[in-house]
């Protein structure tokens, strides 16, 4: 039987007349504040609250509260332990065999970072430090994934990336990275193109500091990191102008999907959260651990010393920072956030302790991040983000030095 244009559109009519019902629409609460953080004149102002309260639950939960239960718990208990009950110690590292100093490290030592031992400096670290760090991170960026602000804010910011080649889904690398960097690399698989995929791998580990970083940065210099951050921001957008200008490749525009805003449910909240620190928990503290081995075997077969002694003129002459901090910044390639730890047992003015800080931050990341770059970008990528990484190191850590010469700190 032929059906005539007319009569389709007619059956299709009486269809939708029993099977479609109209309702009247009713503006609620939620509607109005979803239209409210996606406008750019209420939603920028919106954002940057929102990621005030971000950065003020991950330093008040993550990095104040449970360092303080954390820090007694090593200092006054494990660790005195630890160097009571490994063999081969002795009244200073001298005296020591090379299992003890590797495992506990220096007997004299009046912190937890002066150690720079595998099972104290190394599990402090990576359990009092960067565990409550992360999980304060994952905590608050599950709560903004699963009420649907995420979408919005990278729709916010679609615009500003866009000026250096990338788009608002690299926020997500981004906010992950200053958690970890190394889930944060894993991330940059979101972007579309190789060119994004690459500059978001290379600008993350020169600009963006993990939460184990920022934790003993607010330590050290906590009156100044407000002001650090600004400047790693100011520079990432500078270096990916730069990028943005010189690598070939397309920067598509972005498609997403703003979902309705929608109350988290905390079941759901709590299992999210324990995947990711289960997986941080299963590679990146066995990392720490490796980083700190590694660096320890170097500091007793002379390398560390050899490569300090080596590279102490540049950093003396060209930064201005003492001669006993080249160490700590050749060993940042292992881990930034002991390093930092070690600038901050060396005595030094502010200004050095600042210029210090700013060069771990923009130097190699650590290993395990470097493992990730050669796993998501391979070895070409890998070498370019060295070469970005280098001409960063002196371009922006001698930027530095002139601001604080400039500005007398």
């Known amino acids: 039987m032929t059906v005539t244009s007319d ?8 269809i939708t007349d029993r099977t479609v019902k109209f309702g009247k629409y009713v503006r609620k609460l939620k509607d109005v504040v979803g239209e409210l953080t996606v406008r750019p004149s209420t939603g920028i ?27 007694p718990l090593f200092n006054e208990y494990i660790i005195p332990w630890l160097v009571l009950t490994v063999p081969g ?22 912190n937890p970072f002066e150690y720079f031992g595998v099972l104290t400096t190394g599990l402090y670290v990576a359990i009092a430090i960067v565990l409550p760090a992360v999980i304060a991170f994952y905590v608050i960026l599950t709560i903004l994934e699963d009420t649907g602000y995420m979408p919005r804010l990278v729709t916010l910011i679609d615009t500003v990336f866009h000026k250096i080649g990338l788009h608002g889904f690299a926020a997500v690398p981004m906010l992950i990275s200053l958690g970890c960097n190394i889930p944060g690399v894993e991330a940059t698989r979101t972007l579309e193109t190789r060119k994004q995929r690459f500059m978001m791998m290379a600008l993350l580990g020169v ?13 050290i210099v906590p009156e100044y990191l407000g002001p650090l951050l600004l400047y790693f921001i100011i ?40 995947y990711r620190v289960e997986e941080f928990i299963a590679v990146a503290i066995p990392m720490v651990l490796a980083g700190v081995l590694v660096v320890n075997i170097l500091y007793w077969v002379g390398v560390i010393d050899w490569l300090g002694t080596v590279l102490a003129p540049m950093f003396v002459g060209y930064f201005g920072v003492p001669e006993e901090t080249a160490g700590p910044l050749v060993m940042a390639f292992m881990r930034k956030d002991v390093a930092i730890a070690q600038i901050g047992a060396i005595q030094m003015t502010v200004a050095q302790k600042i210029i210090a800080v700013t060069l771990v931050t923009i130097y190699f990341p650590c290993l395990a991040t470097f493992l990730m770059m050669l796993k998501e970008g391979g070895v070409i990528d890998l070498l370019k983000c060295m070469g970005v990484l280098i001409v960063s190191f002196f371009v922006f850590g001698g930027l530095m030095t002139g601001i604080v010469s400039i500005l007398g700190v």
């Open 89 to 110: 110690g002795g009244a200073t590292l001298e005296e020591c065999g090379v299992l003890y100093g590797i495992l506990v490290g220096d007997p004299t030592a009046t």
């Open 45 to 71: 102002p919106l954002a940057i609250a929102v990621l005030f309260g971000f950065f003020s639950f991950f330093y008040t939960f993550g990095l104040n509260f449970l360092m303080m239960l954390l820090y």
């Open 207 to 219: 600009f963006i500091p993990c939460g184990a970083q920022l934790g003993v940065m607010l330590q």
């Open 7 to 14: 009569e389709r559109w007619d059956l299709i009519d009486k």
């Open 235 to 274: 520079c990432f957008f500078i270096a990916g102008f730069v990028l943005d200008t010189f690598i070939r490749g397309k920067s598509p525009e972005m498609l997403i999907d703003v979902p309705p805003y929608r109350a988290p449910i905390w079941r759901n909240i709590a299992r999210k959260v324990w």
